[in-house]
Nanobody, 127 residues
Framework: QVQLAESGGGVVQAGGSLRLSCTVS????????MGWFRQAPGNEREFVAV??????????YYSESVKGRFTISRDNAKKMVYLQMNNLKPEDTAIYYC??????????????????WGQGTQVTVSS
């Protein structure tokens, strides 16, 4: 059974930092791209960052809104993916999800190509 579980969310003041973690089980972790997405109330789920599988690059991509502030990393031995979030802004408030995909590189920013999802962790940034 495939399971993804996020942790590390919370409430932080603007300018603060959080580190999200995602543990993965039930799949061959190295075969999958690992992405982070977020969804704010009333908004569609949006791409945040992805670390592609070792056999494809690996490459790392970020959305323009988080580039320079967030860092994604993956530990293939531990089957974990992380999202270090610095200089947080109120507009970063959302539920953050980790997800896995085997899509071609051109599709790694698109949520519809991700097969497995965690339940999400809430991040709230106060002004």
């Amino acid at each position: 059974q495939v399971q993804l579980a996020e942790s590390g969310g919370g409430v932080v003041q603007a300018g603060g930092s959080l580190r999200l973690s995602c543990t993965v089980s039930g799949v061959t972790f190295r075969d999958y791209h690992m992405g982070w997405f977020r969804q704010a109330p009333g908004n569609e789920r949006e791409f945040v960052a992805v670390a592609t599988r070792p056999g494809t690059g690996p490459y790392i991509y970020y959305s323009e809104s988080v580039k320079g502030r967030f860092t994604i990393s993956r530990d293939n031995a531990k089957k974990m993916v992380y999202l270090q979030m610095n200089n947080l802004k109120p507009e970063d408030t959302a539920i953050y999800y980790c997800a896995s995909s085997m899509v071609a590189l051109s599709g790694v920013r698109q949520s519809e190509y991700y097969r497995h999802w965690g339940q999400g962790t809430q991040v709230t940034v106060s002004s």
